[in-house]
């Protein structure tokens, strides 16, 4: 529950959803993905939901889109290991276990996870949300529509005392299988890197 979240600083909710039991992807996965980057970070990446090597490592965007996701940054000058939080990102999903042959996550699952998700952004007070992939657009913009229709604007989101805004781009997953597609993702982190102020 929310209430359940609210308090919690990183430790707490880091031990929370290491523990969670909420629904039933916790008893087929190996172990939770809480995320990884700086905790001062100014963008918060969201992806999907773990897939087999993420719920392996413990880490989120690992394998070949990880490869890519973090090709992606270094482009606009980040990386997820960056030690100064002008250059750092906090990269999570939406939900943090992994469904079972890598299904995509139901609405279910993602609402019983929506509290970790929404205290990590409390947290982090990032200054921009980017949403890879259709999941986590849904999660973040409450949104049905097509990645197509979302993507190449800012939009706004509310959680708690935070406003943030969100850009909404393609999974690194999906651009390794659509490579027509990796130039619209590049305009999406142009964007960003415009809202952020990122040097040119």
Request: charged residues 20%.
């Amino acid at each position: 529950p929310r209430a359940g979240t609210a308090t919690l600083d990183w430790p707490a909710l880091r031990a929370a959803v290491s523990q969670c039991r909420a629904c039933a992807l916790c008893e087929s996965r190996t172990q939770t993905v809480f995320g990884v980057g700086h905790e001062g970070a100014r963008l918060m990446i969201v992806g999907e939901a773990p897939g087999e090597n993420e719920d392996l490592q413990g880490e989120p965007f690992v394998g070949q889109s990880g490869k890519l996701l973090d090709n992606m940054l270094r482009a606009i000058g980040l990386a997820r290991d960056a030690a100064k939080p002008e250059q750092a990102v906090f990269i999570c999903n939406t939900v943090k276990c992994r469904p079972p042959r890598n299904r995509n996550p139901e609405p279910a699952e993602t609402a019983k996870c929506a509290p970790y998700l929404e205290r990590q952004i409390e947290l982090l007070q990032p200054r921009l949300l980017l949403a890879m992939g259709r999941f986590a657009a849904q999660a973040l913009l409450g949104s049905d529509d097509a990645i197509g229709k979302l993507r190449g604007r800012v939009h706004q989101r509310t959680i708690g005392a935070v406003s943030v805004p969100v850009i909404v781009t393609y999974h690194p997953a999906y651009l390794l299988r659509t490579l027509a597609d990796k130039a619209r993702a590049w305009d999406d982190l142009c964007l960003a890197a415009s809202v952020l102020e990122l040097p040119a």
